[in-house]
């Protein structure tokens, strides 16, 4: 009978002795797939360049303006590093939070510069801030600043660029000419739109985006 406790004993030993050596496994992270509609977009990479944090699209981005029924489309690669907000306002931009998506829609609107309709950027930037639960301060800050100082980035040729996150430090050409407005489609109060986009639409096509420039032109006709 001592001897059995004794054996019984050792081996308690030894199993708690491997449990304490033994690292606890790794707990497996569940594979979310990218939505364009998720809780914030998927963002490839994220480098600084001259104090600035670039980012850049890993899939399309869709918003429909709930007001006006326009839907707008950031493509896939698109470069972006929030430069439409004036700097002075910036710090109510939160690359963390959900003032980021509707800077994204605001600079692909700046991007393109169509003219006469900056204030409808401006707007639809406001609208989109307030769709994703940014408070009415903020927003405010932010749509203020772009009233008031976002005339001169309007129309950049310098923000119109695409990026192969595989060569983060390297511009690749366009994957198609600088449309005349970024504005897809018109939905009315934008019935529809989240169903059409879950069910895989997408704006500029089913491929990424090319490394060199499309010469076909897409069904909008740029």
């Known amino acids: 009978m001592i001897r059995s406790l004794t054996a019984l004993t050792l081996a308690a030993a030894t199993l708690l002795g491997s449990c304490a ?95 006469g309709k900056r204030k409808d950027a401006d707007d639809i930037f406001y609208r989109a801030m307030r769709k994703w639960n940014v408070s009415e301060v903020e927003a405010q800050i932010a749509y203020q600043a772009v009233r008031n100082g976002g005339e001169r980035g309007y129309g950049l040729p310098s923000d119109w660029v695409f990026v192969n996150p595989s060569q983060p430090d390297k511009r690749i050409p366009a994957p198609f000419a600088k449309p005349k407005t970024g504005v897809v489609m018109v939905i009315p109060q934008c019935k529809g739109f989240e169903a059409m986009v879950a069910k895989g639409w997408k704006a500029y096509g089913p491929k990424p985006v090319a490394a060199t420039p499309v010469q076909k032109k897409s069904r909008f006709g740029f």
């Not at 606890?24 to 992270?29: C, E, F, K, L, S």
């Not at 929030?82 to 963390?96: E, G, I, K, L, T």
């Open 21 to 115: 050596t033994t690292p606890a496994p790794t707990p497996v992270v569940p594979v979310v797939t990218p939505s364009s509609l998720s809780p914030q977009p998927v963002l490839l990479f994220d480098v600084n360049k001259n104090g600035r944090r670039l980012y850049t699209l890993n899939d399309e981005f869709p918003y429909c303006d709930k007001a006006t029924g326009k839907v707008v489309v950031v493509p896939k690669w698109f470069r972006t590093d929030f430069a439409s907000v004036p700097w002075f306002a910036q710090f109510a931009v939160s690359s963390d939070g959900p003032t980021i998506r509707a800077a994204i829609i605001h600079d692909w609107l700046y991007a393109i510069g169509e003219p």
